[in-house]
């Protein structure tokens, strides 16, 4: 895996780009200087986390026969005050499924994913208690 990053203006703002080609653009607070043109790096961290969750959800439900219709990730992240680094401490996940779904099934694919398989949870949950909820919506 590597990623390359360039500096696209003489303040923060950066540009990752992976081996595919894809593309994210991170930037720094204008508290700081930055110029709000991108994520905050912790701020694609938590993003990280609810792609890598999503990920395993959808792949569970699959194997499961479960018909996702779609699926929606609510993802919060409380940081440590007053410390440099500044390390999360408390990260939630809500997911909301939608779709004519078996709750145990949903809830069993959260968990597996979330507490086992999301190799972003499993890294966090080493300075963060790292919770999550889901509600299904039948439409």
């Known amino acids: 895996m590597k ?18 080609g894809n593309k994210v653009h991170m930037d ?5 200087g930055g110029t709000d043109h991108g994520f905050r790096p912790m701020q694609l961290l938590l ?34 005050k007053d410390t440099v680094p500044s390390l999360f401490r408390e990260v ?15 809830k069993k694919a959260v968990s597996l994913s979330v507490e086992k398989y999301c190799s972003v949870a499993r890294m966090l949950e080493k300075t963060a208690t790292v919770t999550h909820s889901f509600e299904i919506v039948n439409p």
């Open 47 to 80: 993003t990280a986390l609810g792609g890598c969750s999503a990920i395993d959800i959808i792949s569970i439900l699959k194997k499961q026969k479960q018909k996702l219709e779609d699926i929606t990730i609510s993802v919060t992240g409380e940081r440590e």
């Open 92 to 106: 939630h996940v809500h997911f909301v499924l939608f779709g004519n779904l078996e709750e145990d099934k949903v």
């Open 3 to 20: 990623i390359e990053i360039n500096r696209l203006n003489d303040s923060y703002w950066m540009e990752a780009v992976n081996e595919s």
């Open 28 to 32: 720094a607070s204008p508290d700081i």
